[in-house]
């Protein structure tokens, strides 16, 4: 993996975080705890002080464990929010109703999303951010690694531009709508064409060298 391209990336990173930091006070990173996420708020808390993580999910969640881990090491502070499993069929309904890819995986994304944007408002904020993008640009889906078998180089690299122009497609049509609705800025830099286009300088093949996939990020990350 070149040093070039992995300062390429992390430069692409920091020029696309601090052109949408201008004039920002406070900000509130969706968090998970995973790779993506972390190396986001770790950017973002360099360039804006007031930065908060919120982590959502179901009571016992394996995020509300690694994102009070990561947190720590980070030193920022963490708001948790548990949804209320009675509360799915609601959230479900509401969140169909602004949505316009409602195949399952998309709205499984999509519903967490939703709880997450209504306490982001709900606590004040008026500009997120968060990772979505990586798991495409970088190869993190789990069907990457059949795909690496099943295709010539050639081919994964054609089908990786496809299923990242399609994550951007879904990003507008579902998250993009989501954080609108509730008026907020969401900002995505994984998703931005600076870093794509630093992303996909790495091939599918470097991108799957790591165990847990997504080798550049983590290597930025160390």
């Given amino acids: 993996m070149k040093n070039n391209n992995l300062s390429n990336l992390k430069l692409s990173l920091k020029k696309s975080i601090s052109s949408n930091s201008l004039l920002t006070d406070k900000v509130l990173i969706f968090f998970s705890g995973g790779i993506d996420s972390s190396l986001i708020a770790f950017l973002v808390s360099k360039k804006i002080k007031k930065t908060f993580l919120l982590c959502v999910g179901l009571s016992g969640c394996f995020d509300f464990y690694q994102s009070e881990k990561v947190a720590s090491l980070l030193n920022l502070p963490l708001i948790k929010h548990e949804i209320p499993e009675s509360n799915l069929s609601f959230l479900l309904s509401k969140t169909l109703s602004l949505v316009d890819k409602k195949d399952f995986v998309s709205v499984s994304f999509a519903l967490p999303f939703f709880v ?45 531009k496809l299923i990242v122009n399609d994550f951007i497609n879904s990003l507008h049509s579902n998250e993009m709508k989501i954080a609108k609705h509730f008026d907020l800025e969401l900002i995505t830099p994984f998703s931005s064409d600076l870093v794509i286009k630093s992303g996909l300088a790495f091939s599918a093949k470097q991108c799957l060298a790591h165990k847990l996939k997504k080798a550049p990020p983590r290597k930025i990350a160390g």
């Fill in 116 to 160: 997450a944007c209504e306490q982001a408002k709900n606590l004040g904020f008026k500009k997120v951010f968060s990772g979505h993008g990586a798991d495409a640009l970088f190869c993190g889906f789990d069907y990457f690694s059949k795909l690496a078998i099943e295709l010539k180089p050639s081919e994964l690299e054609l089908r990786r």
